[in-house]
């Protein structure tokens, strides 16, 4: 896996802070560039960039137009997360810095061209040469790595009945939901291919397999818009259990072998849920003969069915402004009632998405019964990388015996955040509410 000292420019002009403005001018004329690094000695204390020096005195010193604030990484760190410090701080330009020295500059420019070649466009996650180029460097170092394999529960079904745009949005919820999860400073986390994500981790075995139910439980908490079926995980687990210094150096095959050990445990997982599933079923056939129903009963004869639950449906959310505070109203139905709800607040743009949300609960826990609560915990807007945006909402549904996190994802359509940042409230609690009726 590439890191920033494997791709930033070591041949870096640089300025003293008692040097003019003029002069920053003419080096980076001369030098075709748009910004210099502030050096007194051997400190890095700033940054000037081009358009700092626009409008500014010639003869006034560098040192007091230069950003005291500027953004630093270490030559050590990985490429995606120096694009991803990038991207957080609005930076077009990162300086290297080493014990308090520079040591270089890195560009987006420098970045994309690396991105482009190991990043998946649809989840913005690495492929697995970068996993595997991680993992051989964790094993180098005399360190014992576990894999997780992670597959999408029938995901090839729901996919052609949906189209695959659903099966898109599938992805990159479930991206959402593993990427909370990773802590970078010991996994990494890749999109093998298909709906196959895989996470390289330092973690032991057992605590592998922790953050593997951890995960198969956020997963079947998530509710995806428009999708009527329940998604799940499956998992295997390999590696993490080695407790004296590895002496085989065939590291790639090693890498090879965790993989496939992993893979194969999460294909058995998904073939005993099938099973299972298909024995239920044979006990469920049978007990109907033994009462003497008729087994594919229709017309008069056939037992009564149950219908499914009404979903809250988002009807209209209407939003209005005075100075700086919001006010929204909310409609919702389920089935043949109605609930409405009004919410006032602040209205900034983050504070107005939250709002959004908080309208839409209100008007769920109308219809809640007694001694069942409901909450938005966070909503969050996110940018993929083919330019859609996507609300995703973690709400609790509290009772006295439980409060359980529900995760929920809307596509913003027509740039209207608000309305799917309601929607977003709804896809994370319609299913479990269901459960309460």
């Not at 109907?288 to 087994?295: D, R």
């Amino acid at each position: 896996m590439k890191t920033v000292r494997d791709i930033m420019s070591q041949d870096i002009v640089t300025i003293h802070p008692a040097s003019t403005v003029k002069t920053a001018v003419v080096l980076m004329k001369g030098h075709q560039i748009g910004a210099l690094p502030v050096v007194n000695g051997e400190a890095l204390i700033g940054l000037v960039q081009r358009a700092d020096l626009l409008g500014c005195d010639p003869s006034i010193a560098v040192e007091e137009v230069m950003q005291r604030d500027f953004v630093t990484v270490a030559p050590d760190t990985p490429v995606h997360k120096a694009a991803d410090k990038m991207a957080e701080s609005g930076v077009t330009r990162l300086l290297v810095e080493e014990e308090g020295s520079l040591a270089g500059i890195v560009t987006h420019t420098d970045i994309i061209p690396e991105l482009g070649k190991s990043f998946d466009p649809l989840t913005a996650l690495p492929w697995s040469d970068t996993l595997r180029e991680w993992a051989r460097a964790r094993l180098h170092a005399g360190e014992e790595i576990s894999v997780i394999f992670f597959d999408i529960d029938l995901f090839g079904k729901f996919n052609k009945k949906y189209g695959h745009i659903m099966g898109d949005s599938v992805l990159k919820a479930l991206t959402s939901v593993l990427k909370g999860l990773e802590d970078s400073s010991r996994d990494m986390l890749c999109r093998m291919g298909g709906d196959e994500f895989v996470i390289a981790t330092m973690r032991t075995h057992a605590e592998s397999r922790e953050l593997a139910e951890i995960a198969q439980q956020a997963v079947s908490r998530l509710h995806v818009e428009g999708l009527e079926e329940e998604l799940s995980i499956s998992f295997g687990v390999s590696g993490g259990r080695r407790t004296r210094e590895r002496e085989d150096t065939h590291y790639a095959a090693t890498i090879d072998d965790l993989l496939n050990r992993a893979s194969r445990e999460c294909t058995r997982m998904k073939q005993d849920k099938r099973r299972a599933e298909e024995e239920s079923a044979a006990t469920a056939k049978a007990a109907g003969s033994q009462a003497g129903l008729p087994v594919e009963a229709t017309g008069a004869s056939a037992p009564a069915q149950t219908a499914p639950p009404a979903r809250f449906e988002l009807k209209e959310i209407g939003y209005s402004s005075a100075g700086s505070q919001a006010s929204f109203h909310v409609t919702l139905t389920r089935g043949e009632d109605v609930y409405r709800h009004q919410l006032s607040g602040l209205g900034t743009l983050r504070s107005s998405l939250r709002l959004a949300a908080d309208v839409c609960a209100g008007a769920v826990q109308q219809a809640l019964p007694e001694g069942h609560h409901v909450a938005v915990e966070d909503v969050s807007e996110f940018t993929l990388p083919d330019k859609s945006v996507v609300i995703i909402a973690t709400a609790l549904l509290a009772s006295a015996r439980e409060i359980l996190p529900c995760y929920g994802v809307a596509v913003v359509r027509r740039n209207d955040t608000h309305r799917a940042a309601a929607a977003s409230v709804l896809a994370a609690l319609n299913r479990p509410i269901s459960r309460i009726f």
